[in-house]
């Protein structure tokens, strides 16, 4: 088993064990971490164990979905700074949380970020009221800075997923490359946005229940 699978397995059973203890209510786990932690990786596959090893019904909410759309950001001025923690809606997807974590309605539509062309899609994925396991991911869901703080206390548990520079680097570079960038355009997404996002994401966010190393 790889060791991304043992961090996947192991969030898999903190999660399951959560559910447990809340009395049958549903459980949000948060899995926070900078850009090319594998975060998004680690939650799929967390998901993916839940629905099959453990049959609870669980859904992926990843906070990209609360992207400002590139016409916000033209206005804003903060268009090659997109992925910066104040090119997202903080307050919908604090809202949004809170309205899964009550659970009151029969199914919740959330919007999912569209990487290939950037854009989040409104109505992107359906959560219906059986989930008993959300599993959400994003960058800034542990930041201090306010009003992201706000978020911790919805969620029944929170991991960070910590990695070093060199990794993210990498990483980065890679995911960048796979959409056709040219060298130029993939080193100042790197190093101007992506990587300083990154590190200040590790500066910048609250302690949280598990650390988990993904190097």
């Keep these: 088993m790889s060791k991304i699978d043992e961090n996947a397995q192991k969030i898999t059973k903190i999660a399951v064990q959560r559910f447990a203890q809340n009395g049958g209510r549903r459980?949000?786990?948060?899995?926070?971490?900078?850009p090319g932690s594998g975060k998004s990786t680690l939650a799929e596959r967390a998901v993916q164990?839940?629905?099959?090893?453990?049959?609870?019904?669980a859904a992926l909410f990843p906070m990209d979905g609360y992207?400002?759309?590139d016409a916000v950001l033209e206005q804003m001025g903060r268009r090659p700074y997109k992925g910066a923690i104040d090119t997202f809606d903080a307050h919908g997807l604090r809202h949004m949380l809170k309205r899964l974590k009550a659970n009151e309605d029969d199914v919740?539509?959330?919007?999912?970020?569209?990487?290939?062309?950037?854009i989040a899609r409104?109505?992107?994925s359906l959560i219906p009221q059986s989930t008993k396991i959300i599993v959400c991911e994003g960058n800034y869901l542990l930041a201090r800075q306010a009003p992201w703080?706000?978020?911790?206390?919805?969620?029944?548990?929170?991991?960070?997923?910590?990695?070093?520079?060199?990794?993210?680097?990498?990483?980065?570079?890679?995911?960048?490359?796979?959409?056709?960038?040219?060298?130029a355009e993939i080193r100042r997404k790197v190093e101007e946005n992506d990587l300083p996002n990154g590190l200040?994401?590790?500066?910048?966010?609250?302690?949280?229940?598990?650390?988990?190393?993904?190097?």
């Design 108 to 118: 919740v539509a959330v919007p999912v970020f569209d990487r290939s062309i950037e």
């Design 122 to 124: 409104a109505g992107g």
């Design 27 to 34: 459980v949000l786990i948060a899995i926070a971490g900078a």
């Design 149 to 183: 703080d706000k978020l911790k206390e919805i969620f029944d548990f929170t991991v960070f997923v910590d990695a070093d520079e060199d990794h993210l680097r990498q990483r980065l570079q890679n995911r960048w490359r796979s959409y056709g960038l040219d060298a």
């Design 49 to 57: 164990a839940i629905n099959n090893d453990h049959h609870l019904e």
């Design 67 to 69: 992207h400002y759309d």
């Design 200 to 215: 200040a994401i590790v500066a910048g966010s609250a302690e949280p229940d598990l650390h988990i190393e993904n190097n």
